[in-house]
């Protein structure tokens, strides 16, 4: 608890350009909890050298994603929004946990093997360990809560058992985080391949809807998605395609299946995705506007950071120091 408000934690990778996956299954959800709970929202640049990047593009993508942050309603004032690598904190807490993290447990992480597969020239040390940092991110803020999308549910169950192993020997010491899941949106899918989650490091751009897309290529990807042979627009088992663009346009009109299953009925496939597409981009509009503004104006992107990491570093040294002395450390 920080000021009588439980905690939320999360974080976004500034590692792409981000997509209606990262908004609807988390980014969108972050403002939900400003006003009832302490919130801790990071970009984790750390997290994003475990793939190979381009200096200058980090570094813009940094600054985009915290911009995206508060385009997408995040007011620094009610929320603490902060670059990773300025709360060396991270890194300390990161280091401790490894050595209370199994191998094997590592060893188990799905995202841990895709990306090992994916990046097989460049399979770090960073990458085997980027989930005990995940543990580090969310466990020295003394988190209640953290919303994610479901990509992230074996990472934060990695967290728990951390917390849990930790507390054990060292008695309480750390909150033992819940996940919070979208009920719709948590989990969105490529518009190629629907069976897969829609990625922003999917090579094939056409198969991913990014939040600062322009409406002529939202609406082009849209029209182009994989669906099924059937014509009739409902959500059922073996529709992936479908199903997908039906969660879609939930999360941006607030319809229920139900209701956009007889919104639809009667019409074909062509009347719903081009319904799909107008609905994704008269929602993201605002976003794009807003971002534009904040892009212009690195000033204040850069106060931002600044406060927020000077936050974030005083509530996380209070968890290091508690950490530090009871694992035996010394102090001066
Ligand atoms: P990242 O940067 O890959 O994604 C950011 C958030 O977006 C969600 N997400 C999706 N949700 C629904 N459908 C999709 N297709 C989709 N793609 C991505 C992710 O679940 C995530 O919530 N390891 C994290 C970053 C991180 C973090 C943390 C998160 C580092 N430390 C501590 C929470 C707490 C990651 O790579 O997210």
Known sequence: MIDDKKVVFSGVQPSGNLTIGNYLGAIRNFSEFSDLYKCFYCVVDMHAITVRQVPAELRRRTYETLALYIACGLDPKKNTLYVQSHVPAHAELGWILNCYTMFGELSRMTQFKDKSAKHADNVNAGLFTYPTLMAADILLYQTDLVPVGVDQKQHLELARDIATRFNGVYGDTFVVPEPYMAKSGAKIASLAEPTKKMSKSDENT??????????????????????????????????????????????????????????????????????????????????????????????????????GAAEASYYARKTLSKVKRKIGYTSL
């Open 206 to 307: 056409n198969a991913v809807v990014y939040i600062l897309d322009s409406k002529d290529d939202i609406l082009r990807k849209f029209k182009r998605a994989v669906t099924d042979s059937d014509t009739r627009v409902v959500f059922a088992e073996g529709k992936d395609g479908i199903n997908n663009l039906m969660t879609i346009y939930s999360c941006f009109t607030g319809k229920t299946f139900d209701e956009i299953e007889r919104e639809f009925d009667g019409k074909g496939y062509g009347d719903f995705k081009l319904a799909v597409g107008e609905a994704c981009a008269d929602g993201l509009a605002p976003v794009r506007e807003e971002f534009a503004r904040l892009m212009a104006d690195k000033a204040y992107l850069e106060e931002v950071m600044k406060n």
